[in-house]
């Protein structure tokens, strides 16, 4: 049976909850014949930890020293930010952890290798990074965060950041649920992996990942079942794990367990939650009937709080399909053409944006129906 590991941070002592955490996790025969290891944190952009928003690194500090005393020689911290990867590295000093016996490796820079998705859900192929084809073991460390698209963005999520920039936001266009399960289910069938969710600081809000509020849960959730790991952070952020799609899919495409895991440590009851979380669009197993959905109640953005705006264009050049410009320094979205993708939500740090569920009063009634009648959340 599957299993999840929940532990409370005592802070200042990271390593001690780090270490029985993974003691639990990586055992020695999880690391039998394992040679290279890569840690792959959420670094979104250059916002500290303690914002929410990304991978706290005193989790990976306190992992690179168990990892040495299991006598691990090649340690490898890989990211892709959506940002700047250069610029997010330094501004968070992430080359720092080198000095413990890691290597950090900016993705970016590295040497692509095409691979084709076992699913085919949205890409038929994309790149990884040599560093993520040449490890043993992946230790995926992302962070709890609500998620204007998706809902969430934990485990399953974070590996997202693996493929090439270019790939992400095709991904966004195709559909970015079946691109994160492309990416998952090649990387779960080809390597071994340990799945951390950083809830020491996570973020709530209906404009995650990049922006919301920080909230101190002082946790750290782990396991070697992705699936089972993002089931248990959902239900400690206070919903059902059914209504984030992705994590839906990939249970259903029998990647991991939603419902069929042991506990250890803290229980889901004690430690859970409520979160503020973004409207959310019905989903349904079927493919037609989300998209239907997804369609009909579109998010759309657009500027709220214009005086914030610097003009920094991050927006317009992070939108997949060219769909924002700034005419008379004034921030322009064409609402016909969006395909609320979020994107520019997501690019946007000064928290200009906003955003609008198409068909907003049929949504509200809808959603009040569905809590009255099925007391669903
Ligand atoms: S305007 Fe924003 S939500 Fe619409 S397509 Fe562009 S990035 Fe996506
Ligand atoms: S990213 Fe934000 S601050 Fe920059 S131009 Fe767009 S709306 Fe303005």
């Given at each position: 049976m599957s299993h999840v590991c929940i532990t409370k941070v005592k802070?200042?002592?990271?390593?001690?909850?780090?270490?029985?955490?993974?003691?639990e996790i990586i055992t020695d025969e999880l690391l039998n014949g394992v040679r290279k290891i890569l840690i792959k944190p959420n670094l979104l952009n250059s916002s500290p930890a303690h914002t929410g928003v990304t991978t706290d690194l005193r989790i990976i500090e306190s992992l690179i020293g168990i990892l040495r005393e299991k006598n691990i020689k090649e340690i490898i911290i890989g990211e892709g930010s959506f940002e700047d990867t250069e610029k997010v590295f330094k501004a968070l000093e992430v080359?720092?952890?080198?000095?413990?016996?890691?290597?950090?490796?900016?993705?970016?820079?590295d040497e692509w290798i095409v691979v084709e998705s076992?699913?085919?859900?949205?890409?038929?192929?994309?790149?990884?990074?040599?560093?993520?084809?040449?490890?043993?073991?992946?230790?995926?460390?992302?962070?709890?965060?609500?998620?204007?698209?998706?809902?969430?963005s934990l485990g399953i999520k974070n590996l997202l950041g693996c493929i090439l920039k270019r790939e992400r936001m095709a991904g966004h266009i195709m559909g970015i649920e079946k691109t994160i399960l492309d990416v998952f289910s090649y990387l779960t069938e080809n390597k071994r992996m340990v799945s951390v969710i950083d809830g020491i600081y996570a973020l709530e809000g209906r404009l995650g990942p990049a922006n919301g509020n920080?909230?101190?849960?002082?946790?750290?959730?782990?396991?070697?079942?992705?699936?089972?790991?993002?089931?248990?952070s959902v239900r400690i952020m206070g919903y059902s794990p059914e209504r984030i799609r992705h994590i839906l899919l990939a249970s259903g495409f029998g990647f991991g367990e939603i419902e069929n895991y042991e506990v250890s440590g803290e229980s889901i009851e004690n430690v859970k939650r409520r979160f503020d979380m973004p409207p959310r669009i019905p989903s349904f197993r079927s493919y037609l009937l989300s998209y239907l959905m997804e369609e009909f109640f579109k998010k759309i953005p657009y500027p709220k709080f214009e005086e914030r705006c610097t003009r920094c264009e991050s927006c317009a050049l992070s939108c997949p399909i060219g769909n924002i410009t700034l005419i008379n320094s004034k921030v322009n979205i064409d609402e016909k053409e969006c395909i609320g993708c979020m994107v520019c939500i997501e690019a946007c740090r000064r928290g200009v944006l906003d955003y609008r569920v198409q068909h907003e009063l049929i949504y509200g009634v809808g959603r009040f129906v569905y809590k009255l009648v099925l007391r669903g959340d």
């Open positions: 802070d200042p002592d990271i390593y001690n909850a780090v270490k029985s955490c993974f003691s080359y720092r952890l080198e000095k413990f016996g890691a290597k950090v490796v900016n993705f970016e820079e076992p699913l085919k859900l949205a890409l038929k192929h994309f790149h990884l990074p040599k560093t993520v084809m040449d490890c043993d073991l992946i230790i995926n460390i992302a962070k709890m965060k609500t998620h204007s698209d998706t809902g969430v920080p909230v101190k849960m002082d946790l750290i959730i782990a396991g070697t079942d992705s699936v089972a790991v993002d089931a248990a």
